[in-house]
């Protein structure tokens, strides 16, 4: 069971590999010490957490 729909994660990838930099707001730019990993798991399982 996935936590998460891969569907809309890939559609959001996207859109943000399309974004131009100089458009981004900093922010609007999540602080990237607030995002955590859980190395435990493999790779395609990873659990992201904000």
Same mark, same amino acid.
């Given at each position: 069971m996935n936590k998460y729909n891969i569907?809309?994660?890939a559609e959001k990838l996207e859109?943000?590999?399309n974004v131009n930099l100089d458009d981004v707001k900093l922010?609007?730019?999540d602080e990237i010490t607030d #995002?955590? #990993?859980d190395r435990r798991k493999? /790779? /395609?399982e990873y659990y992201w957490s904000f």
């Open positions: 569907e809309e994660l859109r943000c590999r922010e609007d730019v #995002i955590k #990993i493999p /790779s /395609s």
